[in-house]
């Protein structure tokens, strides 16, 4: 049995209800098998098997006081994974889902990500199962104070950076930051995706919608291809799904679809102009559902209950990009299928996994361009790191040169994803150059620090 299998067999064996951090692991660990062969150095230092176990867990209780007076628990987390490369970094997720299992594949993704920005950042996640849907803004005010009343003693700025995922955005982590400022009697940034006044960066909100239209738009390249006249499918519609939508209308495409966890919208005439302007102000400010788009446009269909996929493959809508930008394993086999069928030349993944592993089987064995989230969706965590460096220096560079730096990076991922699969003999693929680029770096500075 290889190295590799028998540290999937452990695992599975050790936490057998973490579905999607075994998920997350298999498919890392089978591109990784060929660096063990490869570099027996890592297999004698034990490199997989430290890897794949996180530095600490930290898992704590927030007891929060709800409008009506009443105390309500959630329990809050934070995965410090790896630290080899840098301060652990990553984001924090509030959805009443969050469990350890789905906090470990993200904390665990987002080592080898954050390794392929090429800025000294680590690994890390947190969060907790605390829905904010619902819940006024004082309610959610108090919870993130709470929350932060516990983690505060585990992070700094060269400890660990937390920034938002789902369910967390520009205005938690203003209440998150303000309750550390106020313990520590610092103000040393240590957050990302803070507001501009107060230590934030300009282009960061937009970066991950951004980079992963940037990804796409560089794996296109590779075929003579572009955005020009493309039908394109977007999941979500938060803060990734909003600015793919943008850079997309800007690159020239037409998105014809958004979501969120109750409907799906199809809109044939295209996402574009004041309309993007009304998605942003309904799901930031109004904190509306997305059905409401159909009511505000006539020119919409609102289908209640389906996923983009799951339309996609039941109207058999004809689309050439697919960007998956909600959750975890929203794509099936079957949604897959469809999307081939349907025309789909190009994937990229602003969400996390959203493409469970027979999906993937579907588009690799159909040739489509595939970017997985790890390489696709790091511009987000690219932009935390270059808003830790304005941070650090106490000053804020403009909004083209962090744009210029998100787009140098995520042209500079592409590349590394396609020369390491090119080196190992597996030219072309994303998933695999992925995994093993992000993967070295680590792996070297693990092995330099000897057995720790
Ligand atoms: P938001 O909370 O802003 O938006 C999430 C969107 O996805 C909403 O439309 C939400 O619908 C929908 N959604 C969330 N969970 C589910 C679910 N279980 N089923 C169906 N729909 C769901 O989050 P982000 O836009 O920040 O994050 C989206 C994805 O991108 C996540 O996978 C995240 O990990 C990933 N990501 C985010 C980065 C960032 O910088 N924010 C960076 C890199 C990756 P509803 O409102 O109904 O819940
Ligand atoms: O999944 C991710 O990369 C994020 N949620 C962003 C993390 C960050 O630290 O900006």
Redesign the pocket.
């Known amino acids: 049995m290889s190295v590799t299998s028998e540290i999937l067999e452990k695992i599975k064996k050790q936490d057998p209800h973490e579905f999607e951090f075994h998920q997350a692991a298999e498919e890392v660990l089978e591109s990784l098998e060929p660096t063990a062969k490869k570099h027996p150095e890592f297999v004698k230092a034990k490199i997989y098997e430290r890897i794949i176990e996180p530095d600490r867990v930290v898992m704590f209780r927030v007891p929060w006081l709800d409008d009506k007076g009443e105390l309500q628990v959630n329990r809050g987390y934070r995965i410090q994974y790896n630290n080899a490369i840098g301060p652990y970094k990553g984001?924090t997720?509030f959805?009443p889902?969050v469990n350890l299992g789905i906090l470990k594949f993200?904390g665990f993704e987002q080592i080898f990500k954050n390794s392929l920005t090429t800025l000294a950042m680590g690994g890390a996640k947190g969060g907790s199962d605390f829905d904010p849907?619902g819940k006024s803004d004082a309610e959610v005010m108090r919870f993130c104070h709470a929350y932060m009343l516990e983690l505060f003693r585990h992070i700094g700025p060269d400890i660990d950076v937390p920034?938002?995922?789902?369910?967390?955005?520009g205005r938690e982590i203003g209440y998150m930051y303000g309750m550390y400022k106020k313990i520590r009697n610092d103000h040393t940034g240590v957050l990302t995706?803070k507001g501009l006044s107060f230590g934030g960066s300009l282009v960061r909100p937009e970066?991950?919608g951004y980079g992963c239209v940037y990804f796409a738009a560089e794996m296109l390249a590779t075929k003579g291809l572009d955005f020009k006249g493309k039908t394109v499918a977007i999941?979500?519609?938060?803060?990734?799904?909003q600015f793919a939508v943008e850079k997309v209308n800007q690159l020239g495409g037409k998105v014809i679809t958004l979501?969120?966890?109750?409907s799906t919208i199809v809109d044939d005439e295209g996402i574009s102009g004041d309309k993007c302007g009304y998605v942003m102000d309904l799901?930031n400010v109004q904190r509306g559902?997305?059905s409401e788009y159909a009511d505000k446009f006539g020119c919409a269909v609102c289908y209640i209950g389906e996923?983009v996929w799951d339309v996609i493959k039941n109207q058999g809508l004809k689309i050439d990009i697919a960007l998956p930008?909600?959750?975890?394993n929203?794509i099936d086999g079957s949604h897959a299928e469809a999307l081939v069928k349907n025309g789909c030349i190009c994937v990229a993944e602003?969400?996390?996994m959203?493409s469970t592993p027979e999906a993937v089987r579907v588009f690799k064995d159909n040739g489509l361009l595939f970017g997985p989230?790890k390489a696709a969706?790091a511009g987000?965590?690219a932009t935390s790191g270059l808003e830790m460096s304005q941070n650090s220096m106490r000053l804020s560079w403009t909004r083209e040169e962090v744009d210029a730096r998100l787009l140098g990076i995520m042209k500079n991922i592409h590349k590394s994803c396609l020369d390491a699969a090119e080196v190992y003999g597996r030219k072309g693929d994303y998933v695999f150059g992925a995994n093993v680029a992000g993967f070295l770096k680590v792996a070297n500075a693990m092995l330099a620090y000897g057995y720790v």
Do not use: F, Y
């Open positions: 984001g997720r959805h889902s993200l849907k920034a938002g995922d789902i369910g967390v955005g995706g970066a991950t999941s979500g519609s938060g803060n990734v799904a979501c969120d966890s109750s799901k559902r997305i996923s930008c909600a959750t975890q929203e602003g969400s996390n959203p989230g969706n987000g965590v």
